[in-house]
């Protein structure tokens, strides 16, 4: 396994973070708790939640939170794990009404440090934003909550590059450390943007992977397998309808002929690519088996040709692919 160290922190993270979506909803609490055993032991150290995962199920509310809380207060591992979690995600019984306000904050903030039994979080996101709301109250909450104890370190998650960079213009003119990593989706795979139902939901594009590489903030990439598209194209899988509106486009194919050309394994491959940027990022994944467990950890330690790094980079439109 290798580690890096996100940008302006002291967190060095495992290159594979552990996602906890399914935790409580599709995983048991048992089976959870023995892949965050597992993953340990593969020399994984980060694991990311949401206070609102698993709240579109009935009964206990933030479900994923609790099934770690509980497995940590078992195993006595909390000195081992970086958590990253996330807070002022809309209601589900009202997800058009925007949460994101520095009474949300400290409300979702303590009700996830009593979820997942720990006094302090190692990297706390704001899982949306709400562009009515001055980016600077939003910042001077969390900075008290980490001059409290009670977050190490916080981001951004499904934030636009312009509130981005209000927000860092905003730290800078107050001397705080503002947003250390920003969240969002991205994926080997060519995501359309008109086939994400979610519009909240914001995208890697080349205007935002030109600010990263110039300001060297970390990224966190969720769907970061882009729901097995590609592995399971290379395979010769039936592909569903959702998949073929968010990822059937010419830019994927043109990646699926350079991937046949190189013969390289496509999931490790496609985890690896996101590791290999040329700023810290790390792709959070979702395991069902601990075969696909073992695949995810493997990439890690993969090597990327540089001459495949930059084709792909050029079919993706990243800066033309000039870095």
């Keep these: 396994m290798?580690?890096?160290v996100l940008q302006d922190t002291d967190l060095k993270v495992s290159d594979v973070c552990l996602g906890t979506v399914k935790y409580g909803v599709e995983m048991a609490e048992k089976q959870a708790g023995e892949q965050l055993e597992r993953f340990l032991d593969l020399g994984g150290n980060f694991i990311d939640t949401a206070h609102v995962y698993g709240d579109w199920t009935p009964g206990e509310r933030a479900k994923s939170e609790h099934?770690?809380?509980?497995?940590?207060?078992?195993?006595g591992r909390r000195g081992d794990i970086i958590i990253s979690t996330k807070g002022c995600h809309p209601?589900?019984?009202a997800t058009s009404v925007p949460r994101v306000t520095p009474e949300c904050i400290v409300e979702d903030l303590d009700e996830s440090l009593q979820a997942l039994q720990t006094e302090y979080v190692d990297l706390y996101f704001l899982h949306r934003d709400d562009v009515t709301v001055p980016v600077a109250e939003l910042l001077g909450t969390l900075e008290e909550?980490?001059?409290?104890g009670k977050i190490r370190?916080?981001?951004c998650s499904n934030w636009t590059l312009s509130r981005?960079?209000?927000a860092d213009e905003c730290a800078k003119a107050q001397g705080i450390p503002g947003f250390v990593c920003n969240q969002l989706m991205w994926s080997l795979a060519?995501?359309?943007?008109?086939?994400?139902?979610?519009?909240?939901?914001?995208l890697m594009d080349d205007d935002t992977w030109q600010y990263h590489r110039r300001t060297g903030k970390s990224a966190m990439a969720y769907t970061s397998m882009a729901q097995g598209y590609l592995s399971k194209r290379i395979r010769g899988e039936e592909i569903g309808p959702q998949l073929r509106v968010q990822y059937e486009n010419e830019q994927n194919e043109q990646i699926l002929r350079l991937l046949k050309d190189w013969g390289l394994p496509v999931s490790e491959?496609?985890?690896?690519?996101?590791?290999?940027?040329?700023?810290p990022t790390v792709p959070i994944v979702t395991f069902r088996t601990e075969e696909q467990l073992q695949e995810g950890m493997r990439s890690a330690d993969m090597t990327v040709p540089a001459e495949l790094m930059e084709a792909l980079d050029i079919i993706k439109e990243y800066g033309n692919g000039q870095k």
Excluded at 67 to 75: A, F, H, Q, Y
Excluded at 145 to 148: A, M
């Design 2 to 4: 290798r580690y890096k």
């Design 67 to 75: 099934v770690i809380g509980r497995w940590l207060k078992r195993s």
């Design 91 to 93: 209601a589900m019984e």
């Design 145 to 148: 909550q980490r001059r409290r």
């Design 153 to 155: 370190w916080y981001g």
């Design 164 to 166: 981005l960079t209000e």
């Design 190 to 202: 060519a995501i359309n943007r008109e086939g994400v139902p979610d519009r909240t939901l914001v």
């Design 269 to 279: 491959l496609s985890l690896a690519y996101l590791m290999r940027q040329a700023f």
